[in-house]
């Protein structure tokens, strides 16, 4: 079959990698001059900076991502991964993996010494965690099993789902308040959902575990609790995560896949409700059999294609999309490693305990600065190729509105850089000194680079309820992938996902 697939996200270079080593006619259309969307560095004067996500879950061998990858044959293509994992810094304490490997509950044990009134709710805590791990190890391994061992791990899946049932629809909120009783200590749990601009009483409950794998903390973790909980690792790619692009254009090109940069997709075309082909830069109509897009789904469902092709389900599905925001992200070139005083590669700095309310105003347009708190990321502490010779690069960001109450983003940026470098130096005393060059990312920046006119900051916001655009559209023959899709946000999710999508439809074209 000819197959044309809409944007280069993740999403489309797993379809597109899928199809192409099955030895069907793929042809990636992206609007850039390079691939990737989100996941093409950002590169100036010998500096390398990720612009997506920064630590990536599950890539490892024996782990979701990294099956699909290695099925795919990417890490034979000069792709590769390390274990990596973060650090937490919050107003009045933070938590740092002992220099001495101390055990798989070592960062429990240390905030029952912090807060001693929680010890009991952090021993229930932890085996409520145990089991969410033990059901997604459980709900991995059916994925890959069938006829009787499949029908056995489903009994299995549904005794180790039976005790959670009752809590299945609580929220963030309202589970951490039935653990611990300290707003401190429940911050150390849900303070990731800054990033996702879902506030805690809005984020589903038992997601907070699965937001919170013991391995992100110190990678020296064992992967196994037990025989039925597997934990995945975070890891950094050597290179960037750009490499993970690079890799999967040369498993297409090597398969005959072809691919077209600087090609925007301008009309995807439609007949007796089938997708039939595309437009290029609104001259040449190209025909496909099948079209796989992805995206943001508003600008491909209404300018790309039409409301006219919609049902008035799926119009109040793309009206009604949460998505995220966007990120103020500050690049540096430096000429000397912070990563002895930020602690490692990625750094997650908290500067307040309420973030229902520092969330809600993020949303309604409202920017920190910085002042809430930001992240760290120094790339040249695993690949000191990123950076010229003796020098070194970090990242550092905030969340941020995509369109600001007051002003436009282009008239404040210079102000705002200047603000959460003074931030930083409070968390990193000196950088200022060091600093050879900087330069900023604003959400404007990144619509015009992406080609949206809604910048969300890894896809769909995942409030309690509401759901991504599914893979099969209401027009056939169209379907769509990536970050605002049912999968949601997270490279790992969009790659297993995508993965198992396009392995159904190989199977149907068989």
């Known amino acids: ?35 990737g969307g989100v996941l093409a560095p950002y590169e100036s004067k010998g500096y390398k900076w990720d612009l997506g996500q920064l630590l990536i879950e599950g890539l490892g061998q024996g782990e979701p991502s990294g099956d699909v990858l290695q099925e795919l044959g990417v890490f034979k293509k000069g792709f590769s991964v390390l274990k990596d994992d973060r650090r937490y810094v919050f107003p009045d304490f933070s938590i740092d993996k002992p220099e001495e490997y101390q055990g798989p509950r070592w960062r429990i044990e240390k905030l029952k010494e912090l807060f001693p009134e929680d010890a009991k709710g952090l021993d229930k805590y932890y085996k409520y965690y145990t089991r969410l791990i033990e059901l997604l190890t459980i709900g991995y391994r059916l994925g890959w099993s069938k006829g009787l061992k499949a029908f056995l791990w489903k009994v299995v899946l549904y005794a180790k789902l039976l005790p959670l049932i009752p809590k299945s629809k609580w929220s963030a909120k309202r589970m951490m308040d039935y653990f611990f009783t300290s707003k401190k200590l429940k911050c150390v749990f849900i303070s990731i959902l800054a990033d996702f601009f879902t506030q805690p009483s809005n984020f589903l409950g038992l997601g907070v575990f699965a937001l919170n794998p013991e391995p992100s903390f110190d990678k020296r973790m064992p992967a196994h609790i037990n025989r039925l909980a597997q934990q995945f690792y975070h890891y950094s790619i050597p290179g960037g995560i750009s490499m993970m692009v690079d890799a999967l254009e040369k498993v297409i090109t090597d398969s005959g896949g072809k691919i077209h940069l600087n090609s925007l997709v301008t009309q995807i075309h439609v007949k007796d409700n089938s997708a039939t082909g595309i437009t290029i830069n609104e001259a040449d109509n190209l025909d496909f059999d099948l079209v796989i897009a992805n995206g943001g789904a508003r600008e491909i469902f209404y300018d790309v294609i039409s409301r006219d092709y919609l049902t008035p389900e799926f119009i109040e599905h793309l009206d009604t999309l949460p998505l995220m925001d966007g990120v103020f992200m500050v690049h540096l070139g430096l000429d000397y490693d912070p990563s002895p005083l930020t602690g490692g590669v990625c750094t997650y700095y908290y500067n307040t305990y309420d973030f229902e309310d520092g969330i809600a105003l ?12 930001f992240v760290t990321h120094v790339p040249t502490t695993h690949t000191p190729s990123m950076a010229p010779a003796n020098h070194y690069a970090m990242t550092v960001y905030t969340i941020c509105p995509d369109i600001l109450q007051e002003g436009s ?14 931030y930083l130096e409070e968390k990193v005393p000196g950088i200022s000194e060091h600093i050879v060059m900087r330069t900023v990312m604003t959400p404007d920046d990144f619509k015009q680079r992406l080609h949206v006119k809604h910048f969300a900051f890894g896809g769909l916001a995942p409030e309690i309820g509401k759901s991504g655009i599914p893979f099969i559209t209401c027009i056939e023959n169209l379907y769509y992938v990536g970050a605002q899709s049912q999968t949601g946000g997270g490279i790992n999710r969009i790659i297993t996902e995508t993965a198992n999508l396009t392995k159904k439809l190989l199977e149907n074209l068989q």
Request: hydrophobic share 40%; proline share 0%; net charge negative.
């Open 1 to 35: 079959m000819k197959i044309a697939i809409v944007g280069s996200g993740i999403g489309g270079l797993i379809a597109a990698a899928y199809f192409a080593t099955n030895g069907h006619d793929v042809h990636i259309f992206e609007q850039y001059h390079r691939l």
């Open 362 to 373: 993020a949303k309604a347009g409202e920017y920190h600065g910085g002042k809430e708190g």
């Open 409 to 422: 983003w282009e008239s404040v940026k210079e102000r705002y850089t200047d603000v959460l470098i003074a």
